[in-house]
């Protein structure tokens, strides 16, 4: 069963950085696409930004040229690097599989991280 941890999250000032983690335990995230995802309040979950298995890179619009999305295979993390934060950032982030490349076939999702960007 794969478990994944994210991590990194916190408050912010609209402007400001963050980095996030996940540490994923029983798969290897070097195998598969990978995403981060974001659910704000009231809102479904979207995917901001995949990794494929061979580094290219995807970005919803609302976080092109922002965010960052990176792979450290050796430590099974991914990371989402996010810059120029804005209060519409504010949201649980999570990461799992890449939903579209695995069209809904997804992992557990993990407890997610909070980031809160205030104005």
């Known amino acids: 069963q794969v478990q994944l941890v994210e991590s990194g999250g916190g408050l912010v000032q609209a402007g400001g950085s963050l980095r996030l983690s996940c540490a994923a335990s029983g798969s290897t995230i070097s195998l598969n696409a990978m995403g981060w995802y974001r659910q704000a309040p009231g809102k479904q979950r979207e995917l901001v930004a995949a990794?494929?298995?061979?580094?290219?890179?995807n970005y919803a619009d609302s976080v092109k040229g922002r965010f960052t999305i990176s792979r450290d295979n050796a430590k099974n993390i991914v990371y989402l690097q996010m810059n120029s934060l804005k209060p519409e950032d504010t949201a649980v982030y999570y990461c799992?599989?890449?939903?579209?490349?695995?069209?809904?076939?997804?992992?557990?999702w993990g407890q997610g991280t909070q980031v809160t960007v205030s104005s």
């Open positions: 990794i494929s298995r061979g580094g290219s890179t």
């Open positions: 799992n599989r890449d939903s579209t490349y695995y069209k809904g076939s997804v992992w557990n």
